[in-house]
């Protein structure tokens, strides 16, 4: 089912839309994703392109829990 609604967002983006989606799945949110915000206790904490968040090792270790790329 979340694979679902993520190929749907992508789907409705691609077609011009624009989504503001909230998602606590780290490893899908930034293929749906142009751009992203990590945050912390309701703040953001860091911020940028999603495709660079999700390859940033500091991201994977402390929010993934591994040092490994998304």
Request: aromatic share 2%; glycine share 6%.
């Amino acid at each position: 089912m979340v694979a679902d609604v993520f190929r749907a967002v992508k789907r409705l983006n691609a077609e011009g839309m624009t989504i503001l989606p909230v998602a606590q799945n780290a490893r899908l949110a930034p293929e749906a994703a142009h751009r992203a915000a990590v945050l912390e206790q309701g703040r953001i904490v860091k911020q940028g392109i999603a495709a660079d968040l999700a390859n940033d090792p500091v991201i994977a270790d402390h929010y993934i829990g591994q040092a490994a790329a998304i």
